[in-house]
């Protein structure tokens, strides 16, 4: 039986995820810590990025994600505003208000820093890790996109101007979505959560994120889990364009 792997503390996403897995006749194993039991076989997992790295290896699943410079390599018109990876050594230097997070993990908090004296400082993080620093922008409204094979299959509306405010996913963020697609699917994994969002100017890019380790707000669970199944599966079904965008692969964090 194909199984699914999950961390000991769920969120209410990875509770839909096992729920929709368990009604498709598959397996969902949740483990009680970051350990491997002797004997356990699994080939798949919905999780944060520290429990996949700790179980993932043992049993041969191989997490995707995007790049983590991806959103960097982006043409300005489809991010809006300019964005750098840069050590956090550099960007303790900033002297203006900055967006700064990790790129594809929660180590460095995803927030508006003053400048760069708010940061974590050297005794918390070290001074060579990447952090991406993005201008200051204003998301009118934020949407999540379930990506598999180049094409949007599902999503839902996530935010307002900062605050959380669930809803449908709108016509108009899969048309951007699919148009980014048409031009830059090559650049992610065959599987993939990417946000976008509306700004003064236009619709943008947010972010991508790992489909695994991503919340569903409202998205479809069979749609998030087709998606969740191919981001996070076995070595041996790994399909050589996904090779590269493997967690801890060349290219990527």
């Known amino acids: 039986m194909t199984t699914l792997v999950l961390p000991p503390r769920l969120t209410a996403?990875?509770?839909?995820?096992?729920?929709?897995?368990v009604r498709r006749g598959l397996g969902a194993v949740q483990l009680p810590d970051f350990t491997v039991p002797d004997g356990l076989r699994a080939e798949h997992l919905h999780a944060g990025p520290a429990f996949a790295d700790a179980v993932a290896p043992a049993l041969g699943i191989a997490p995707l994600e995007a790049?983590?410079?991806?959103?960097?390599?982006?043409?300005?018109?489809?991010?809006?505003?300019?964005?750098?990876?840069v050590p956090i050594g550099e960007?303790?230097?900033?002297?203006?208000?900055?967006?700064?997070?990790?790129?594809?993990?929660?180590?460095?908090?995803?927030?508006?820093?003053?400048?760069?004296?708010?940061?974590?400082?050297?005794?918390?993080?070290?001074?060579?890790?990447?952090?991406?620093?993005?201008?200051?922008?204003?998301?009118?409204?934020?949407?999540?996109?379930?990506v598999l094979d180049g094409a949007v299959r599902g999503g839902s509306r996530y935010g307002e101007r900062g605050r959380l405010a669930l809803g449908p996913l709108a016509p108009d963020a899969a048309r951007f979505g699919a148009e980014l697609l048409a031009a830059h699917a090559d650049t992610l994994p065959s599987a993939v959560v990417v946000d976008v969002g509306?700004?003064?100017?236009?619709?943008?890019?947010?972010?991508?994120?790992?489909?695994?380790?991503s919340g569903l707000y409202t998205t479809d669970p069979?749609?998030?889990?087709?998606?969740?199944?191919?981001?996070?599966?076995?070595?041996?079904?790994?399909?050589?364009?996904?090779?590269?965008?493997?967690?801890?692969?060349s290219g990527t964090e």
């Open 13 to 21: 996403s990875a509770e839909s995820v096992r729920d929709a897995a």
């Open 67 to 85: 790049p983590a410079d991806w959103l960097v390599r982006l043409p300005r018109e489809r991010t809006r505003r300019e964005v750098r990876a």
């Open 91 to 146: 960007a303790y230097g900033l002297r203006r208000p900055a967006f700064v997070k990790s790129p594809n993990d929660k180590g460095i908090r995803a927030m508006v820093y003053a400048d760069g004296s708010r940061l974590p400082g050297p005794d918390a993080v070290d001074p060579a890790t990447t952090v991406l620093v993005s201008d200051v922008v204003e998301f009118t409204a934020e949407y999540r996109l379930f």
């Open 198 to 213: 509306t700004v003064a100017d236009g619709w943008a890019v947010i972010e991508a994120n790992a489909a695994w380790a």
């Open 222 to 249: 069979d749609t998030a889990l087709d998606v969740v199944l191919r981001a996070a599966g076995p070595h041996t079904a790994l399909a050589d364009r996904d090779r590269p965008f493997v967690r801890g692969a």
